[in-house]
C-alpha cells in the first residue's frame, strides 16, 4: 500500500498559479503511475494529469494541456502539479492517487490521498 499527502492548496486569483506537492511513503514500484483527479462541488472526480514513477511518460487532460505541468522528483518520492493560468472553473479539491499502471479512471486507483483545496477567484 501507498500513502500520498497532498499540500500546496490555497485561494489564487484568475491567471496565477500553484504548485501542488503529492508525497509518497510505503511500498513503491517502478510500474506505478500518480495520478492528479480534481472533484468540484456537484461534479463527478475527473482526471487531471498522470506520470510513470519511472519513465518520462505523463498524461494530461485536454483541459489543463498547456497550462499544468505534472513532474515528479523521485529522491524525495513526490510529485508535482505545477497549474499556470488558473481559471475560475479550476476551483476543486485536487487528490493524487498512485495505480500499478496508467488509468485515467479514478475507479481503477487504489492509494489516495486526503486532497487539497484549490479556489480561483474571477
Known amino acids: 500500500q501507498v500513502q500520498l499527502v497532498e499540500s500546496g492548496g490555497g485561494l489564487v486569483q484568475a491567471g496565477g498559479s500553484l504548485r501542488l506537492s503529492c508525497a509518497a511513503s510505503?511500498?513503491?514500484?517502478?510500474?506505478?503511475?500518480v495520478g492528479w483527479f480534481r472533484q468540484a462541488p456537484g461534479k463527478e472526480r475527473e482526471f487531471v494529469a498522470a506520470?510513470?514513477?519511472?519513465?518520462?511518460?505523463?498524461y494530461s487532460a485536454n483541459s489543463v494541456k498547456g497550462r499544468f505541468t505534472i513532474s515528479r522528483d523521485n529522491a524525495k518520492n513526490t510529485v508535482y502539479l505545477q497549474m499556470n493560468s488558473l481559471k475560475p472553473e479550476d476551483t476543486a479539491v485536487y487528490y493524487c492517487?498512485?495505480?500499478?499502471?496508467?488509468?485515467?479512471?479514478?475507479?481503477?486507483?487504489?492509494?489516495w490521498g486526503q486532497g487539497t483545496q484549490v479556489t480561483v477567484s474571477s
Open positions: 492517487a498512485a495505480r500499478a499502471g496508467f488509468s485515467t479512471r479514478s475507479d481503477m486507483y487504489d492509494s
Open positions: 510505503g511500498r513503491t514500484f517502478s510500474s506505478y503511475f
Open positions: 506520470i510513470s514513477w519511472s519513465t518520462t511518460n505523463t
